[in-house]
């Protein structure tokens, strides 16, 4: 039986986006913080997750991003300092094959 990822990480807001024709599901969970207890740290988690596997870029991250601020979740203040792309693993099974990955960087007009 599938598991949501709002269940396991008692996700506080979730949203439909689509970008570049796939069709994302966004979860945002405010003060999320480290369950080992290592740190009082907490931050803000955001999961963009689809059922669609994505086969080809690109994957227009600004899309992303407007989108965040336009939802109030982050503000055009704040400043990108990671991309992290990859699976993730809540049960089941799969593979990920990444090939040629690349990441252009280009300053907003």
């Given at each position: 039986m599938p598991v949501s990822i709002s269940a396991i990480w008692r996700i506080y807001f979730s949203y439909d986006l689509a970008v570049n024709g796939v069709d994302f599901d966004v979860y945002v969970r405010l003060k999320h913080g480290d369950s080992s207890d290592g740190t009082s740290d907490t931050w803000t988690y955001i999961a963009f997750t689809t059922t669609e596997s994505i086969l080809s870029g690109p994957l227009d991250i600004h899309e992303f991003i407007d989108f965040l601020i336009e939802k109030g979740i982050i503000s055009s203040d704040n400043y990108l300092t990671s991309i992290e792309?990859?699976?993730?693993?809540?049960?089941?099974?799969?593979?990920?094959?990444?090939?040629?990955?690349?990441?252009?960087?280009?300053?907003?007009?």
């Open positions: 792309l990859g699976n993730e693993v809540v049960g089941g099974e799969g593979t990920a094959e990444i090939e040629n990955y690349s990441l252009v960087v280009t300053q907003r007009k």
